[in-house]
């Protein structure tokens, strides 16, 4: 059983107008096997909480805690966090020309477990889980990312949560740009991960369909920079009949925040 504590979580972002203040003070608590889904209007911080936890530069800590296990998590790089069991599934993975997929894998699996796996293992472990995904195998030696389609993507992000094994993996916005056939089939992926090693997971979503795949233990509602809400999966109906209006500042409307 494993634990991930965000406790009073503060966090700013330089802008054209100065350093900006985007999250304000965030709790959460996420054990193994656990589904949190964080949903709120555009402009409320989801998406600076999951790159924050990762360790993305652009990011500044202005203070608070994150903690796996009662490791400090701020102490880390962003390759320390992953080692710790930290995974992040980004909104819009990156290309990277020149590198195959099999090697990339190969070479993050090594350096998170800390031991290279054999080469028999490895390729069958890998054409295993890209058949599950409904990747083609030809995908194993084409560059990361270079030239997939959204979907395409997506899939290859699950595949690296598969083959890594971490304890707590946030997805931001793992659904955004999937039609009804993917969505499904990076759910199930998310799923099995899920069922095959206690995952832990920190979903960032927008809307409520992928919900419907992915089943939340929490739902939270993130606004202003915190957890404003938290309920059960019911939380979540209730915000695809209402909206976010009601989270919004005085005047405001949803569309002017994006």
Do not use: C
């Not at 999951?50 to 800590?61: E, I, R, S």
């Not at 990156?94 to 028999?120: C, D, K, Y």
């Not at 990312?145 to 997506?154: A, C, H, P, Q, V």
């Not at 059960?232 to 005047?251: C, F, I, T, V």
Request: zero cysteines; charged letters at 25%; glycine letters at 10%.
């Amino acid at each position: 059983m494993s634990t991930l504590q965000i406790i009073d979580l503060r966090a700013s972002v330089e802008t054209k107008e100065g350093r900006k203040q985007i999250l304000n003070g965030v709790n959460l608590t996420i054990e193994s096997g656990q589904t949190h889904a964080i949903m709120g209007p555009n402009g409320s911080g989801k998406s600076t909480l999951a790159y924050t936890l990762a360790g993305h530069p652009k990011y500044q800590v202005d203070g608070g805690q994150v903690l796996i296990d009662g490791e400090n998590l701020l102490e880390m790089t962003a390759d320390e966090r992953a080692k710790a069991g930290l995974f992040l599934a980004m909104q819009y993975p990156v290309e990277v020309p020149g590198v195959s997929m099999t090697n990339f894998l190969r070479t993050a699996v090594t350096a998170v477990q800390g031991e290279a796996p054999s080469i028999r293992t490895w390729t069958k472990e890998l054409s295993e889980a890209m058949k599950r995904l409904r990747m083609d195998p030809k995908f194993a030696q084409r560059s990361v990312n270079d030239g997939f389609s959204g979907g395409e993507k997506k899939r290859a992000e699950v595949l690296q949560l598969e083959l890594l094994k971490p304890k707590f993996a946030i997805l931001d916005e793992t659904d955004s740009g999937l039609d009804v056939d993917a969505l499904r089939i990076v759910s199930e992926g998310v799923n099995r991960a899920k069922e095959n090693t206690g995952l832990g997971i920190m979903m960032v979503t927008h809307y409520t369909r992928i919900l419907k795949y992915i089943k939340p233990d929490v739902v939270h509602v993130f606004a202003h920079g915190q957890v404003v809400e938290t309920g059960g999966p019911d939380l979540a109906d209730r915000l695809e009949e209402e909206g976010y209006d009601k989270y919004l500042p005085e005047g405001a409307s949803e569309s002017a925040l994006a």
